[in-house]
């Protein structure tokens, strides 16, 4: 009988001694399960710049995985504890005791360097993915900022046909007005590459181009080398860096449609106030369907004549004009706007 006792005592020794050790090598492969998902995670947001919504989900991914595998570790080495003193309940003398009390010999010291590190990749992976969604303009009550995070990334790949396009062919109006005639003040609001800026300043006219995009800013000026346009940061609808100067031209191709419609009235009025009396506002209008990726609200002629009338500007349309380059579902409707 004492013997039999004895048999199962001893079976359940070595079985309890084997999962101890099973559960240990599991608790030491969870940083290496923790690196792996969170580099490939990481790495997966490197290679996706073009898909900030992907990046978010990526980081998310990483956010939950380290926090998860945070507390499998709490529970695991929880489990290991109840083996542990059982282990050492059945075996008093030949158990091998480390009651440690100083900070790096204590128990559970192994199990809380691993937390930490696992704790410091999450709050990296949030940190990075609040950063994400402040670039691509998800956070911040800025209606265009998401259009801005939009041409921040494309800006490369944009440029190219935007530099296609002569700016004769681009502002047929803009050229008889501006073409071999005294030099004016103008002002080009969302200038892009600059290819406009660069053609009017070539001309003579002394030009200031404002363009919240900074990876369009820094193709502008490599671009056109040679321009001497005056580079401002700034967006409508409020335009706080521009303070004393007032224009004779003010330029808005592509870009009203960017305006979030209840603060165009708010950004015409700053439009006018940048005015001399005899200054113009010349916008081209788009129409099509919607473009979620670069936040496009709908223009309509209409709408911005309603704005215009209280403000005291009249409204002159020069016709619609297809899209130069070459969506046949756009179309571009020019307008001036004068005091
Ligand atoms: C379609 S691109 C047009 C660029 C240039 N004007 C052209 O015709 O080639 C629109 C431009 O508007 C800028 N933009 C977007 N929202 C803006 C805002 N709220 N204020 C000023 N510019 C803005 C963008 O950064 C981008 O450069």
């Known amino acids: ?17 084997e999962t101890f050790r099973s559960l240990n090598q599991l608790m030491w492969q969870i940083p290496l399960i923790a690196m792996t998902l969170t580099g490939g995670l990481w790495f997966g947001v490197s290679k996706s710049e073009t898909s900030p919504l992907f990046q978010i989900c990526l980081l998310g991914l990483s956010t939950a995985g380290n926090v998860g595998l945070l507390i499998v570790l709490y529970r695991l080495r929880y489990v290991m504890e109840r083996y542990l003193s059982w282990l050492q309940k059945f075996d008093e003398n030949g158990f091998v005791s480390a009651p440690g009390k100083d900070i790096l010999t204590k128990p559970y010291m192994v199990r809380s360097t691993f937390q930490i590190l696992l704790l410091l990749a999450a709050i990296t ?3 990075l993915m609040v950063a994400t969604m402040k670039t691509a303009g998800w956070l911040g009550d800025d209606s265009s900022a998401r259009a801005v995070a939009f041409y921040e990334r494309q800006a490369k790949d944009l ?5 296609l396009i002569p700016f004769e062919d ?3 109006v803009l050229f008889n007005e501006l073409g071999g005639k005294p030099p ?3 002002l080009d609001v969302g200038a892009g590459t600059g290819r406009d800026v660069s053609w009017m300043a070539a001309n003579g006219h002394s030009v200031i181009a404002v363009e919240p995009a900074a990876s369009f800013r820094a193709l502008a000026t490599r671009l056109h080398p040679n321009s001497s346009p005056h580079w401002l940061d700034d967006r409508l609808p409020k335009l706080e860096k521009l303070t004393a100067q007032r224009f004779d031209w003010i330029v808005l191709s ?3 449609m ?5 603060d165009r009235p708010d950004a015409l009025a700053r ?3 940048l005015l001399t009396p005899s200054g113009k506002i010349y916008v081209t209008l788009r129409s099509g369907p919607p473009d979620q990726a670069r936040e496009i609200y709908p223009v309509t002629v209409e709408e911005l004549r309603d704005i215009s009338r209280p403000l005291g500007l009249k409204l002159q349309e020069y016709g619609e004009r297809e899209d130069l380059l070459g969506r046949t579902e756009v179309k571009w409707r020019t307008v001036v706007l004068s005091q």
């Open 271 to 273: 439009l006018k106030s």
């Open 254 to 256: 592509a870009v009203w």
């Open 258 to 262: 960017h305006v979030h419609p209840k």
């Open 125 to 127: 992976s949030v940190i």
């Open 159 to 163: 440029a190219e046909n935007y530099e």
């Open 184 to 186: 004016r003040a103008i």
């Open 1 to 17: 009988m004492m013997r039999a006792q004895d048999d199962v005592a001893i079976a359940s020794f070595n079985q309890n001694s």
């Open 170 to 172: 681009a502002h047929p």
